[in-house]
């Protein structure tokens, strides 16, 4: 029912107005409706009916084998398009780990965790997650929104400076912003501007380094050699988000800092749940044990929000024992990333960022961005387009994100894709 009276009318003709500006500058986003498991293959709702004997309506394309999880989806749009690093949130472990948790531990707690909403299951996974990250101990958010909004506060008084890489996640800003710490912002992976701004922060108490592992828009790693180099030259902490990088990244998928052989120089990590790690939500902090204790004392997003609920925690802690048992899933991310960056190279297009499987295609142009995403579509690879203002004006992608479950087929596939489509729009000569 729409509210009446002049204030509502007003904010009504605002909001409208507000709206109306966002499509003229054409950063409007839309969302495609997935009517499947997020696998490698999946239908879209609502695209012209197809030939898989998905639901009417969806969009597909002939019955291929599939080597996906999702076996309700026996074809579909090959998904380029998702953080679902290793396609664990259609493992059948993970999914029936999820529904154990739901039968015996519930829905949910209603509660936040100090007053009635911890169960063993929420310890065991903090444990699990300290001892894959091999720190000392760690606390579930509900996000790693929330970890990262509720990390700076806690910790850093006026007394301290926080420095961080000017490209880190909105949320690393957010919680950057509710502290009191003085801030200094360095440019993009720049090691000698990093060195200034630490020389400058001498004069503080405690300095902390933060930057994102890796870097979701171009699929670039955050030197943390150096970073820890300069940390240990200037005295700071270093802090990183492994959003990107945990559960595939390094030998073991332990993320960023054991790629680059710095687990012991890495004072804090915070990561997702929501991504490689089953996919389905949670974030969480893992570091000293003084640390997370204030934490669960001072921290408002773990303070003052709902406990996870047990099936996401099902799903997060298989997703952790299949990683913790065996190497082989994080270790078959880097041959499908390598295949595709040197298949794509090879055809004539720019891919930016080394060894990650975020492999942003670099086209320049906002409107050859989106209009080949949508041709791509078209042909079965569901890959998308991105623009100012979520990238630099004249920097437009296609960011195309490899998963350990995508065969070599669904690769060559896209690959080939990307080749017609580049040259009927004119980005392939
Ligand atoms: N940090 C980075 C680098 C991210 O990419 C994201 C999600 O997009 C987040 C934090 C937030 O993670 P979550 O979805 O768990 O809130």
């Not at 996974?125 to 579930?140: C, Y």
């Not at 970073?227 to 945990?246: G, M, N, R, S, W």
């Not at 100012?388 to 070599?408: F, N």
Request: one cysteine or more; proline letters at 5%; hydrophobic letters at 40%.
């Amino acid at each position: 029912r729409a509210a009446s009276g002049a204030a509502a009318a007003q904010l009504r003709r605002r909001l409208e107005s507000e709206l109306e500006d966002i499509r003229g500058a054409g950063t409007w986003k839309s969302e495609r409706v997935i009517a499947s498991r997020q696998g490698p293959h999946l239908r879209l709702a609502g695209g012209g009916a197809g030939a898989c004997g998905g639901e009417e309506g969806s969009r597909c394309l002939p019955p291929v084998p599939c080597p996906c999880f999702s076996l309700s989806v026996p074809a579909g749009i090959i998904n380029f398009c998702a953080n679902n690093y290793l396609g664990l949130s259609s493992h059948p472990e993970v999914i029936r780990a999820a529904v154990e948790a739901l039968e015996k531990f519930g829905a949910g707690l209603s509660s936040v965790r100090f007053i009635c909403g911890t169960q063993s299951i929420h310890k065991d996974l903090e444990e699990k997650i300290a001892r894959f990250h091999q720190r000392e101990d760690a606390i579930l958010y509900a996000s790693c929104f929330d970890a990262n909004a509720g990390i700076f506060e806690a910790l850093l008084t006026p007394e301290d400076a926080v420095l961080s890489d000017e490209l880190n996640h909105a949320s690393i800003i957010d919680g950057i912003r509710l502290c009191k710490a003085n801030k200094y912002r360095y440019k993009h992976m720049d090691m000698q501007d990093l060195e200034a701004k630490l020389k400058e922060a001498q004069k503080h108490r405690l300095r902390l380094v933060a930057t994102d592992g890796a870097f979701s828009m171009d699929g670039d790693i955050a030197p943390l050699r150096e970073i820890c180099q300069l940390a240990h030259k200037y005295d700071a902490l270093v802090f990183i988000d492994e959003c990107h990088a945990t559960g595939f990244l390094g030998p073991n998928g332990r993320g960023t800092d054991e790629l680059l052989g710095v687990m012991d120089k890495v004072t804090i990590i915070n990561s997702t749940l929501g991504k490689a790690l089953g996919g389905a939500a949670g974030g969480y902090t893992t570091g000293p044990k003084p640390l997370i204790d204030l934490l669960r004392q001072r921290s408002r997003p773990y303070l003052f929000s709902n406990s996870l609920p047990p099936a996401v925690v099902g799903c997060a802690s298989k997703a952790l024992d299949l990683l913790m048992e065996s190497n082989a899933i994080a270790q078959s991310m880097a041959a499908k990333t390598q295949r595709f960056r040197s298949k794509m190279t090879a055809a004539g297009f720019t891919i930016s960022g080394k060894d990650h499987p975020i492999c942003p295609v670099m086209l320049g142009d906002a409107r050859l961005a989106s209009v080949m995403a949508e041709d791509m579509l078209n042909r079965g690879i569901y890959v998308i387009g991105f623009s100012y203002p979520v990238v630099p004006k004249g920097k437009a992608r296609i960011r195309v994100q490899i998963s350990a479950v995508h065969s070599d087929e669904d690769i060559d596939r896209c690959v080939h894709a990307f080749t017609e489509v580049g040259r009927k729009h004119g980005a392939l000569p």
